[in-house]
């Protein structure tokens, strides 16, 4: 698969992977950011050096940040072997969800009838939010020259 990384192609694509590759690096440090992949049966969301699981995304001007999140989801968690992403509360996986024109990562957590949403590409905040007292994990130093 070839990585589309020209971004005058599906340039709303590609803001929308900006957003999930944010939530990717919080809540998965050392996994590879999302891509776009071409190939001859349309353009998925994945990972370049592995490939992605799913559908291509569907060649539509409403095919936005929900369908770039749940193809993102698809590959995530097939290339990952768990599940992704998970809400940073409760501990849940959680799904994409469009309200009030806004993309969530919706959650169960709260009782069937009673979810919550964190808005795509806010994971990083609110792990900070809740991990601030926590002591700073020492990790490799994550920088890889381009
Ligand atoms: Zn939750």
Redesign the pocket.
């Known amino acids: 698969m070839e990585t589309l990384t020209d971004r005058d192609f599906y340039p709303e694509w590609h803001e929308a992977l900006v957003l999930l590759n944010r939530d990717l690096a919080a809540t998965e440090p050392d996994a590879e950011p999302f891509a776009l992949l071409l190939d001859e049966y349309g353009v998925y969301v994945g990972f370049p050096s592995w490939g992605a699981q799913g559908n291509p995304l569907p060649e539509q001007p409403e095919a936005g940040l929900h369908e770039v999140a749940d193809a993102a989801q698809e590959s995530a968690m097939e290339h990952l072997w768990r599940v992704w992403p998970v ?6 996986g ?1 799904h994409a969800r469009t309200e009030g024109g806004q993309v969530l990562w919706w ?4 009782g069937p009838a009673q ?2 949403g ?1 808005p795509v590409g806010t994971f990083e905040a609110r792990r900070t939010m809740s991990r601030r007292a926590s002591k700073r994990r020492q990790g490799k130093s994550g920088e890889t020259p381009s």
């Open positions: 809400c940073p509360e409760h501990g849940l959680v959650c169960a957590g709260r979810g919550h964190t």
